[in-house]
């Protein structure tokens, strides 16, 4: 495996436009083959992606979508740039299948920027508690719990979960393939999860007191 430097990581930036840690993943998966990383972002949508994300995405769909007859609920925003696109077909169920993963995966919120400091700063002190516990040594306490943050981002961020309908991409990935294909900026903006039920404390009955109570005479 050849060395990833940090020059060839802003290199590929400087030409694609893919975000870093994309590019650091494209020279991995490249061996550090700076063409083959341009051909791997460009297949991948990331490079187009990139390209568009600052362009204006006022248009779209708010879509609503119910599962389980009516256990769970989910709204949610997605942007494009014009109505035109924001009618097609190809728009509008890309719009549910984000609603079908909000649904199923339970993401928190869309992107880890959404993340607030104090949610991460919380997960941080409850990951090195587990990694002392775990008897890891302190100068490697940092690492792992970096590790593990990563992993928590990509349980409760939308973008970063495995696609329900295909687990070897993300929805980031899916997005990015949308984009480049529709060849309009996409924006996934916000959602909401309704679930029956929840959030509320549930009755629990003592069974003997129920028994007790039904053979008084």
């Known amino acids: ?32 083959d700076m063409e083959k990383a341009v051909d791997f972002l460009r297949e991948k949508g990331l490079a187009a992606a990139a390209k568009k994300a600052g362009r204006i995405a006022a248009e779209g769909v708010v879509d609503a979508y119910i599962h389980g007859g009516g256990r769970i609920g989910v709204l949610v925003e997605v942007n494009c740039e ?19 993963q909000v649904a199923a995966a339970r993401p928190e919120y869309v992107r880890r920027e959404d993340v607030p400091e104090h949610v ?11 990694a002392a516990n775990e008897g890891k040594p302190e100068k490697v306490i940092e690492k792992i719990v970096q590790g593990r943050l990563d992993k928590f981002f990509k349980e409760v961020c939308l973008l970063e979960q495995p696609f329900i309908k295909n687990p070897d991409i993300t929805v980031q990935e899916l997005l990015n393939e949308k984009i ?38």
Do not use: H, P, S, W
């Not at 309704?194 to 007790?212: C, P, T």
């Open 1 to 32: 495996m050849a060395e990833i430097t940090a020059a060839m990581v802003k290199e590929l930036r400087e030409r694609t436009g893919a975000g870093m840690m994309d590019c650091k993943k494209a020279l991995m998966e490249t061996n550090g």
């Open 82 to 100: 014009t109505d035109f696109v924001a009618k097609t077909d190809e728009f509008r169920l890309f719009v549910r299948d984000i609603a079908m």
């Open 120 to 130: 991460i700063a919380r997960e941080k002190e409850v990951l090195a508690a587990q």
């Open 180 to 217: 480049a294909k529709i060849g309009e900026n996409i924006v996934i903006r916000r959602f909401t999860r309704y679930e029956l039920g929840e959030g509320l404390a549930k009755r629990q009955d003592d069974f003997a007191e129920q028994v007790a109570a039904m053979t008084k005479v």
